[in-house]
Nanobody, 130 residues
Framework: QVQLVESGGGLVQAGGSLRLSCAAS????????MAWFRQPPGKEREFVAA?????????YYADSVKGRFTISRDNAKKTMFLQMNSLKPEDTALYFC??????????????????????WGQGTQVTVSS
């Protein structure tokens, strides 16, 4: 498994921006698909965004964050990012990063679900005030 540590959460006003980071302790970070999930207060954990492993350029976003959030990764620094702009109160949640090892199959829509991810961070809190 991969050790994952999120950072960058905080309190921000609606319309503001935050950049989350997820640092991974693993030998070949580029060989992992990565994703962000979030868990709003009193709700189930939900998909936010995902980015494929090396050799695959796929990225996915939840409809609720398309056009506002951008997922990226720096394989040399073994870090994934989530740039969050135009934040809304409904974005308030505990944000988790997750990792899954590269498979023989393409990084398809299956990777927008929790199922394939077997490494998770502890989460970083994002609170958006109105």
């Amino acid at each position: 498994q991969v050790q994952l540590v999120e950072s960058g959460g905080g309190l921000v006003q609606a319309g503001g921006s935050l950049r989350l980071s997820c640092a991974a302790s693993v030998g070949t970070f580029s060989e992992y698909g990565m994703a962000w999930f979030r868990q709003p207060p009193g709700k189930e954990r939900e998909f936010v965004a995902a980015i494929a492993w090396s050799g695959d350029t796929a990225t996915y976003y939840a409809d609720s964050v398309k056009g506002r959030f951008t997922i990226s990764r720096d394989n040399a620094k073994k870090t994934m990012f989530l740039q969050m702009n135009s934040l809304k109160p409904e974005d308030t949640a505990l944000y988790f990063c997750a990792a899954v090892a590269k498979s023989f199959y393409s990084f398809g829509h299956y990777y927008t679900t929790r199922g394939p991810y077997d490494s998770w961070g502890q989460g970083t809190q994002v609170t958006v005030s109105s």
